[in-house]
T-cell receptor
């Protein structure tokens, strides 16, 4: 597609429920990144994919968080048993290749998650 | 591992005066450096990037930044602030992934 697409744009969920956030990167972009931005704070790095491989999962906040990617396409970020502190905007970005800033990183518009 | 520190959480300037947003980075490898801007309720927009070419980088809207390896700095400047510059600014260091600073909120007074 023309840009990075994230869905849903807004999600309100009850505490304890599971949620799945979707990111559809730009076609042909092999690298994909997930970030979290809490209200009034900076971006917190969660995980990146090179193809469908995520070499470093240490940025995920807890074992309730998981992410996967199908080939070089859609990625899903799953949060199990959501807590109120999970409320944030979850941003996805993609780039043509890992560590290739000359190609630029494109961000999606984010999913605003509210846990009530 | 790489990290970035934005030295000021909030900067306030008067319209027409210079802007300086400070950023220091740490990286084991030669990094790429970026500045992004985020206006209220809007997405992230790339202002400029440094990728080992010229050390003085010019971006959009009159912003520029200078890469100083000896000081591990990448400060963002603009000669004359405009009201529309009021936003959150993020300094970013990148080797494989992108690590964001905590952000600097720029306020521009009339």
């Amino acid at each position: 597609g023309a840009g990075v697409s994230q869905s849903p744009s807004n999600k309100v969920t009850e505490k304890g429920k599971d949620v799945e956030l979707r990111c559809d990167p730009i076609s042909g972009h092999t690298a994909l990144y997930w970030y979290r931005q809490r209200l009034g704070q900076g971006l917190e790095f969660l995980i990146y994919f090179q193809g469908n491989s995520a070499p470093d999962k240490s940025g995920l906040p807890s074992d309730r968080f998981s992410a996967e990617r199908t080939g070089e396409s859609v990625s899903t970020l799953t949060i199990q048993r959501t807590q109120q502190e999970d409320s944030a905007v979850y941003l996805c970005a993609s780039s043509l290749a890992l560590g290739s800033p000359n190609y630029g990183y494109t961000f999606g518009s984010g999913t605003r998650l509210t846990v009530v | 591992a790489q990290s970035v520190t934005q030295l000021d959480s909030h900067v306030s300037v008067s319209e027409g005066t210079p802007v300086l947003l400070r950023c220091n980075y740490s990286s084991s490898y030669s990094p790429s450096l970026f500045w992004y801007v985020q206006h209220p309720n809007k997405g992230l927009q790339l202002l400029l990037k440094y990728t080992s070419a010229a050390t003085l980088v010019k971006g959009i809207n009159g912003f520029e930044a200078e890469f100083k390896k000896s000081e591990t700095s990448f400060h963002l400047t603009k000669p004359s602030a405009h009201m529309s510059d009021a936003a959150e600014y993020f300094c970013v260091v990148s080797v494989n992934d992108m690590r964001f600073g905590a952000g600097t909120r720029l306020t521009v007074k009339p």
